[in-house]
């Protein structure tokens, strides 16, 4: 059992709990934050279509209305800061008829309303001028020029790393298992997780699609979370170039439909599907699933072909019955806080949700927590160089330094062995850790050529046998032993 004690303890770390960590750590309090995975990020912050919103979808008066457009605002500000891709490239809301451009006009209204800028509704012709493979059958499309693209790994790992920096621990494959309470069971006193108890005086449930299992632990039966899950296909860097811009269809009663975009690094992304299902780690790929994303990407870009992708991946929204973001502190048991059914957009929202949390703890919890400025905090972190976009003299220069920057590892995304050791040194733990952290293993060849390479170097920095590195954590090994010992039992026998 751990005996230590936390003002704070975070239960999820994904953006939002990121985000918050690091919003919690401009203040002078202990904080943990916990995720039972081995790697961040794991949940929908993993596997989603890294928009950051402009924030004209949500019906004004609704939290994700009041929140997504000031998070779009506040990424701008933090990406220099926290060194995360942010890329403004605008988006497209295209219509096929004039049924279509009702929903336009309705969704430009809103976003007006929302205090979203520079909102227009353009002709189709004018878009093809901009964007020449998009569908001729677009008669009108909802400029937002305040869209963003954003690399949502570097982006949750930013806002960790930094709240690391200023104090926040991170323990990962920790999963919280129940509260403890204060004798009359008015008050939160510690988080029961599987390495035993962290005594506390404030819980706060981030905890994506299992935000309401987490909720049930503290009494709170009032909202359910239905994992909806949203397939992908991804394809080659070459691809990105089809499309400037992020495109979607006209929303429908089903989420925002089938998006075509390409991704920070110019890969291509079609996706997502909308389909609620009953498990909430269930992230396979379907081939039903693929052929509707197939269709959806092809009516917005007729050039897409599946044949060209790289590989297919999906993820699961935190889809809540209230209809919205669940956010504030119970009254019973006092220093619980849910940040529950964060779906979309939610990766967009989270730094506003981090201060909107921020400032309900302080209103509501005052008695138990003391908001004194940390004197130490340092806004700013930078990422691992990304050898592969460095000017060749830097390239140089770095290689000059530390000859690891001179031996690629991963030959499909540039990654030198000295970016790998830095990602450890920064807490990678796992072959899923490094390609989250470097890219490594994330192009054409999906880690078919530097796999091995990533696990002898995780090997050897970590001081343990080869056998002992995973994909993911727990029983995800790799390697079951060595050939040579498995060749000389099977002669013997
Ligand atoms: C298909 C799809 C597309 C999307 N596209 C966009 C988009 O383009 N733009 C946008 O703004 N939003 C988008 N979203 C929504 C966005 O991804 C989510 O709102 C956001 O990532 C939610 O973050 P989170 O931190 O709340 O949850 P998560 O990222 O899911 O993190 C929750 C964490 O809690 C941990 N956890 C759960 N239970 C426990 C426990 N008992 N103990 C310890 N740890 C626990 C999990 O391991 C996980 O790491 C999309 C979502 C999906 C699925």
Redesign the pocket.
Known sequence: MTDKFYDIVV?????????LARELSAYDLKIAV????AD??????????????AGYDDKPGTLKAAL?AR?NSLYRELAGPLDITLQNRGSYVCGFDDRDLKHLEILLDQGRSNGVPGLEIIGGDELRSAEPNVSPGIKYALRAPTGCI?N?FEA?LAFMDNAQQNGAELFLE????GLALSEDGGEVAGAI??RGLFRTRCVVN??????D??AR?AGDESFSISP?????YIFDKNYGRLVHSFFFPCPTEKG?GI?VAPTAENNLLV????EVQESRTDTSTTRRGLDDVAEGARSLVPSITPAMAITTF?????SADTGDFVIGPLDSPRGFVN????????????PSIARRVVEMMKDALSDRLTFAPNVSFVPERRHIPRFESLPAEEKARLAAEDPRYAQIVCRCETVTEAQIVEAIRRGARTVAAVKIWTRAGAGRCQGGFCGPRVVAILARELGIPPEEVTRHGGHSRLLVGRTKDYWFKGAGR
């Open positions: 239960v999820g770390a994904g953006i939002v709990g990121a985000a916990i995720d039972r995975a961040i990020p794991s949940g929908a912050s993993r596997a989603n279509s890294a928009m950051i919103h997504c998070g954003v949502n949750v920790t999963e919280l298992k997780t599987s981030a905890a994506g699609v299992d935000s299992l987490v632990m909806t899950r949203g397939e992908y925002k998006t996706g997502p599907t909308s999906s993820g699961l929204r935190a940040v529950a059914g964060i779906k979309s957009p939610g990766f967009t929202s989270a």
